[in-house]
């Protein structure tokens, strides 16, 4: 059974920073790619960065190019986004997922809210 677990989220001052973390199970965690989306109240759900399985290449979105990183640790299961500079903008919903081939599962998101 795939799970995905979020930490990290929380409430930060515009410039401010925060670290994501996501701590999978229940499939092969170093073939799959890992994925954050976000989803801001009204809005559909974005691709924000992904690091593929095996090879770690890394890719983003243009909003969050140069300010967000994404990370994993194999021996851990764990996928980290560590964000910085945030904006205003940024406050959404943000949620872990599990990639290859198809969707493997979700995480159940947690909330980030950049705001003065």
């Known amino acids: 059974q795939v799970q995905l677990v979020e930490s990290g989220g929380g409430s930060v001052q515009p410039g401010g920073s925060l670290r994501l973390s996501c701590a999978a199970s229940g499939f092969t965690f170093e073939r799959a790619s890992m994925r954050w989306y976000r989803q801001a109240p009204g809005k559909e759900r974005e691709l924000v960065a992904t690091?593929?399985?095996?090879?770690?290449?890394?890719n983003y979105a243009d909003s969050v190019k140069g300010r967000f990183t994404i990370s994993r640790d194999n021996a851990k299961r764990t996928v980290s986004l560590q964000m910085n500079n945030l904006k205003p903008e940024d406050t959404a919903v943000y949620y872990c997922?599990?990639?290859?081939?198809?969707?493997?599962?979700w995480g159940q998101g947690t909330q980030v809210t950049v705001s003065s």
């Open positions: 690091i593929t399985g095996v090879t770690n290449i890394t």
């Open positions: 997922n599990a990639f290859r081939i198809q969707t493997l599962g």
